[in-house]
Structures are given as C-alpha cells and as structure tokens.
C-alpha cells in the first residue's frame, strides 16, 4: 500500500483527497494535517466522511513527513504556502503533488507577477513538472515533483488544444467564458460568497485579463502546441457547490463544418479515459455534467457564418479540477492504471 500524507485536510480540495482515496485499491492515508482542526476528527468537520474521514487531524509541526512514514504527500494548501514546504519534503525522499499554484510556473517571476508574492524555492520550481496527463504524461511518469493544474485551466485547455493543435483556430484573441461553483472559492468564508450575495446571481471577478489562471492557460497551450497563444479569461462565480463550464471562442483559419470538428475531438482524445465528447445531435455540456467524476465532457461546433469555433468543457472543479487529477497523475507515478480508484459516472440531479 502506498502511504499517502495530505497537509491541509481539512480544506475542500484536502476532504477531496480523502474521499476519493478512500475507494483507492492502493493507497492508504497516515497523515492528515489541520491548523485550524488540529485535535478533531475529519469526519467532525465533514459527516459525509464518517467512514473515510475516521483519523484525527494534527499540527503540521506535529507530524512526521519522511519516507519512513509517508511515501507520497498532497500539500492541499492556498497558494503561497507549498513551496516553503515542497523542498524540505523531497529531500526527505518522499514524493510531492500540490494543488497550489506555486509550482505551475518554471519561471518564478511569472507566478511572482501574477500572485503578487515573493517565490522563495525557484530552484524547486524549475524541476517540477506540470501534471496535465492528457498533455504531458510522459514527463508526469519520471516526477517527484508535480503541479497539479488549476480548475478553470484544465476545462479551458481540454476544450482549447485539439484546435490549436490542428491549426484550425488562430492562436490569439482567444475568449473563454467561465463559470464555477462556489467551491472553486475555496472553504473560507467571505462576504462575496455569502448565501444572500450569490443566490440566484452570477458574479464576474478578476475579468479582463487579471485572473492568475491566465498566464497559466497561455503556457500550457503554448508548451503543447508551440507557439504563441494568448486568451482572456473571463471568470464568473453561480450559485451551484460545485462544477466549472468554460465556453471557448477562437476564430477558424479555414471553413469547418461541426462534424468535422467533432470529429477532430474524437481523433485526439481516443485514448483518453475521462474525456467524452458530445455528438453533433446531443446537448451541449452543462455546468453539472461532470459532476461527481473525474471527467472533462466536451463539446465543439463551427458558427461558419462569422468563422468561429466554439468549444465547451466541463469538469467538476473539485474533482478533475484539483483532487481527482491529483490521483490521476499518483498512479500514473506510481505505473498504476490511470483510472484506478476513481470515478468515471458523475451525480444524477
């Protein structure tokens, strides 16, 4: 069994982690960290983890992370705090996933730009590989070190690159409208997510080429495809718990019919186990499509008479989004089958 340590459980993305793990065939949780819950019992703090959630929470501090104990650690933390963490870690020899975004960049001053705070482990970051399996797989099998993607990335750039792949879409000016559930947020309670602020309301934040996702979607479009991309992202939070549905637009280089472009969807992602793409005759992906599962649920039309393609992603934000691609790329890792121990039906309304 592989011994997992997940500092930060008690977040949304760490509880996550633990949920999943728990149906995992080889992986078995020992370490659970909390500041804020240190004493109490995950499954106190989240019931629906009576059972998986059955293990008391500890101070970091308190808790012994080296290889003798852990083999492998999620750090589920808010960005900025992995990569004081992340070198003390691999030089004890275990391996290391964080969900942060303080390793998707190997250019420090990139992340330092766009999160507005000091990289103190730059040397860390220029080893890390980013963890986008169905780009970058091959690099993901030989790490110690993986940044696990952002949310809206991973439905932005599944929905984006069979198309700049091709060569079918110009490569800048591209849009792509994003919605999220509220637990994109993250579990710390604010005024913006308030029940009376965000029911029956849809809130644009961070528009017009500020989100930190940005420069994000742009380099691993870039590194997939090689060349240039540039994207505006325009997120916006709804009033649903969870999923994330990012709507693309890029202008065509040629004439496209739909059935080729579904086609050309089909043809990439053959061999993808959590990607599905819809046929020309079914609905579009909705916010809630890929709820509960690992999957990204695709779709992609031509509007020929302005000569744009349009594409659709959508994932569960806490589930393709972070914690289920986090495991995604453990067990390709570890050699594991990539599905193992993870869902590939999502929730009945």
């Not at 730059?122 to 080893?127: F, G, K, T, Y």
């Not at 169905?134 to 993901?140: D, H, Q, S, T, V």
Request: hydrophobic residues 40%; charged residues 20%.
């Amino acid at each position: 069994m592989l011994k997992i340590g997940i500092v930060g459980a008690s977040g949304y993305t760490g509880a996550e982690l633990v949920r999943l793990l728990a149906q995992h065939p080889k992986a078995q949780v020992t370490a659970l960290t909390s500041e804020t819950y240190a004493g109490k019992r995950l499954a106190e703090i989240y019931p629906a983890l009576a059972a998986a959630g059955d293990r008391e929470l500890t101070k970091l501090a308190q808790t012994e992370l080296n290889s003798k104990n852990v083999d492998l650690v999620f750090l589920a933390l808010p960005h900025g705090e992995s990569m004081s963490l992340a070198p003390g870690l691999l030089e004890a020899g275990v391996k290391v996933i964080d969900l942060s975004g303080d390793f998707r960049f190997p250019d420090t001053s990139v992340y330092e730009n766009w999160y507005q705070r000091k990289h103190v482990a730059p040397e860390i970051a220029a080893r890390a590989v980013y963890g986008l399996p169905e780009l970058f797989r091959k690099e993901i099998k030989d790490a110690d070190l993986i940044a696990n993607p952002g949310c809206y990335v991973t439905s932005a750039v599944l929905a984006l690159y069979p198309l700049l792949e091709s060569g079918w879409v110009e490569s800048r000016s591209i849009i792509i409208d994003a919605k999220s559930g509220l637990s994109g947020a993250g579990r710390k309670a604010g005024s913006e997510t308030m029940f009376t602020r965000v029911s029956e309301n849809v809130m644009p934040y961070k528009m017009a080429g500020v989100h930190q996702h940005t420069p994000e979607i742009e380099q691993a479009l870039s590194r997939a495809t090689g060349q240039e991309v540039r994207v505006t992202l325009s997120p916006q939070m709804v009033p649903a718990r969870r999923g994330i549905l990012s709507t693309v637009y890029a202008r065509l280089n040629r004439q496209a019919a739909t059935g080729e472009l579904i086609e050309l969807f089909r043809s990439r992602y053959s061999q993808e186990p959590f990607i599905r793409v819809k046929d020309q005759a079914q609905p579009w992906p909705d916010l809630a499509a890929a709820v509960g599962s690992n999957n990204c649920i695709l779709g992609v039309a031509a509007d020929a008479r302005i000569g744009l393609a349009v594409a659709a992603g959508s994932i569960d934000n806490l589930v393709k989004g972070a914690s289920g691609q986090a495991i995604q790329n453990m067990n390709i890792l570890f050699g594991w089958d990539e599905t193992m121990g993870l869902p590939q039906s999502g929730l009945i309304p």
